[in-house]
């Protein structure tokens, strides 16, 4: 891999569960990494979801191979959350392909 095609800096959040002294749950979002990617546009479109119009997105990051992520994290990149929907190891060019897709909030 070539370090110059990580121009963007994205963030790995990942889901905790924390309780309290009296048994409460509290479920967040943590951010648990910062590195640089190269990111892609995959393809978009208009949905009309619950009579709600959304433009669901598909971006493509490559990460180096060493960084901490996994399915059940998001990824935080241009103030935007992004559901990893796959990742693909490359041990030749050593680095990770993730295909995520815009989270509707």
């Not at 889901?15 to 943590?30: I, L, N």
């Not at 479109?45 to 619950?50: E, S, W």
């Not at 191979?65 to 796959?86: A, C, H, L, M, T």
């Amino acid at each position: 891999m070539k370090a110059g095609i990580l121009r963007e800096q994205i963030e790995i959040w990942e889901y905790t569960v924390s309780t309290s002294d009296y048994g409460d749950t509290t479920k967040t979002w943590t951010k648990s990494y910062t590195t640089r990617a190269n990111v892609r546009y995959n393809s978009g479109n208009k949905v009309n979801q619950n009579d709600e119009v959304f433009y669901p997105r598909t971006r493509t990051f490559i990460v180096r191979y060493y960084v901490p992520v996994s399915e059940p994290n998001r990824i935080k990149y241009d103030s935007k959350f992004w559901q990893i929907e796959s990742i693909a190891p490359d041990k030749f060019y050593n680095d990770k392909v993730i295909i995520a897709t815009l989270v509707n909030e």
